[in-house]
């Protein structure tokens, strides 16, 4: 009962976030030709826009003409991340998070491939390349999974050092 209940919480989590992503995706393609950006605000357009791209590499525009690669390894990564969910103990909430992200944003772009061969890509900010939703939540739950880590291991060493390992005691011999 507890592995459906741990399957329902990660299969939520990135169930919201892939709606939210194929939601704004389907926004920008609806409304925008490719290419074409737009902004609330003028004043704004140079530092956060809105712009119609198709990607057909990685998250940031990164490895261009990998598609077929990234959608192999988007399938591996989502059954790595299905087989080794329930295996992280019910209180390490960081790293189930961190996962729920980034299955949530590896099937966003994945059915981006299968459906249109490419990836849209549509939030702009200053000269950093043009992402989506799912590419946000992969990075979210990368550098929350490599925080969660680091804490970890810090929370093991502090324990370690505040208790040294007994030292071996010699045997007691009976004096008679």
Same mark, same amino acid.
């Given at each position: ?52 791209w ?16 990234f +959608?192999? @390894? %988007?399938?591996? $990564? =989502? &059954?790595?991340? #299905?087989?080794?969910?329930? *295996? ?51 990075? +979210?739950? @990368? %550098?929350?999974? $490599? =925080? &969660?880590?680091? #804490?970890?291991?810090?929370? *093991? ?10 030292e ?9």
């Open positions: 009962m507890a592995k459906a209940r741990d399957y329902l919480v990660l299969l939520g989590l990135a169930g919201l976030v892939v709606a939210l992503d194929q939601w704004t995706k389907y926004l920008v393609r609806s409304r925008l030709a490719v290419a074409e950006p737009w902004s609330p605000w003028e004043w704004m357009a140079p530092y956060a826009r809105i712009v119609h198709n990607n057909t590499g990685a998250a940031f525009g990164i490895f261009q003409s990998g598609g077929m690669v +959608t192999v @390894v %988007a399938f591996v $990564v =989502a &059954a790595a991340i #299905i087989y080794y969910y329930p *295996r992280i103990p019910s209180g390490q909430l960081p790293l189930r998070l961190a996962l729920g992200l980034q299955l949530g944003g590896a099937v966003g772009n994945l059915i981006d491939r299968l459906t249109n061969g490419t990836v849209t890509d549509f939030i702009s900010i200053g000269s950093f390349p043009v992402f989506n939703v799912a590419d946000a939540s992969i990075s +979210t739950g @990368v %550098a929350i999974l $490599v =925080a &969660a880590m680091w #804490i970890e291991e810090r929370r *093991r060493r502090a324990e370690a050092k505040a208790s040294p390992a007994q071996p005691q010699e045997p007691e011999v009976p004096v008679g």
